[in-house]
């Protein structure tokens, strides 16, 4: 049963960094109405930032403490990623108002090799640190309950609590202000929302900029625990079944089918993975999308489009 639990633990909060990853995709969906495929290189290059400005900021102002150093670095990214949500609307999605989903996708693709490289370019290609300072130490819970408790990182622990505030600090944005329901009407159409007065162009950089953070949150954490380096972006890309099992429409989607698929790929993993020669963990997401695509291409929380004619 303790075993059991610590497996199950496990995947609970590494659910939750998926579904972080997971409201990026979300977010730019609600927004322009197509698949950003860019999300994971702005993942990795928001952690190259925060690396690397952590490391470069303090030593050109003689500053020599972590903690200011990393609160420097993380205000540094977060302006680029803002500054790149700009760059983004002002030359690429601003030019596509009201053109056709395959064409906004296949922007998105473009984006993303352009980030993976420029970032690359810019912070270089080296696997960089960056040193949170959480502590790394293994912790156990419920010893009053099992003898020996259940073993916990406590890194994991942490970081799964600050994805599930930021989690559910956007779900209320959503939910509850004026711009998020600006989001949602551009997401529906993006002509009727121009001909009610809300200005397109500011909504996307609005929803790029919050998918920025995210993701520079998201790529904070993954560094902490991996270092930053190129795997970063294609572990984001396990947020694509995450969306799939969700909806693409759906931030409770988001945070559930992360949940799912972190605690399906441990406990297949641990318990299925040696009938199969293991290995499961690499690939269960992928199973589970392309079963649930086949069964309800909309998803858990989607919304099921019917087409009138």
């Known amino acids: ?91 690429v999605l601003g030019k596509l108002v009201n053109q056709e989903g395959i064409t906004l996708l296949m922007a998105t693709l473009g984006i993303s090799y352009f980030l993976d490289g420029a970032g690359q370019i810019v912070f270089g290609s080296d696997i960089y640190k960056i040193d949170l300072g959480m502590p790394k130490d293994p912790i156990f819970l419920l010893d009053k309950v099992f003898e020996g408790g259940v073993l916990v990182n406590e890194e994991d622990l942490i970081a799964a609590l600050i994805a599930a505030v930021l989690v559910a600090a956007l779900a209320l944005f959503f939910q509850k202000t004026a711009t998020g329901r600006a989001l949602r009407a551009v997401a529906d159409d993006h002509q009727a929302a121009q001909s009610i007065g809300i200005p397109l162009n500011h909504i996307w950089v609005i929803v790029w900029s919050v998918a920025g953070v995210v993701a520079l949150v998201a790529g904070m954490i993954w560094g902490s625990k991996l270092g930053v380096q190129f795997s970063l972006s294609l572990i984001a890309l396990k947020a694509l079944p995450v969306v799939i099992l969700g909806g693409l429409t759906s931030v409770p989607g988001a945070i559930l089918g992360g949940l799912i698929i972190g605690v399906g790929e441990k406990l297949s993993e641990i318990y299925i993975g040696p009938m199969l020669g293991g290995g499961i963990e690499i690939w269960f997401a992928y199973a589970m999308a392309l079963i649930f695509l086949l069964v309800r291409p909309q998803g858990l929380f989607g919304e099921k489009i019917i087409d009138r004619v």
């Open 1 to 91: 049963m303790q075993f059991f639990l610590e497996a199950l633990i496990g995947g609970l909060m590494t659910g939750m960094l998926y579904s972080l990853v997971a409201l990026g995709f979300v977010l730019i969906y609600k927004a322009s109405g197509v698949f950003n495929f860019a999300q994971g290189a702005m993942v990795l290059l928001a952690a190259l930032a925060m690396a690397r400005f952590s490391e470069w900021i303090p030593k050109g102002l003689g500053i020599d403490n972590k903690i200011v150093g990393n609160v420097l670095g993380f205000a540094a990214a977060a302006a680029l990623m803002v500054g790149v949500a700009w760059a983004i609307e002002r030359w």
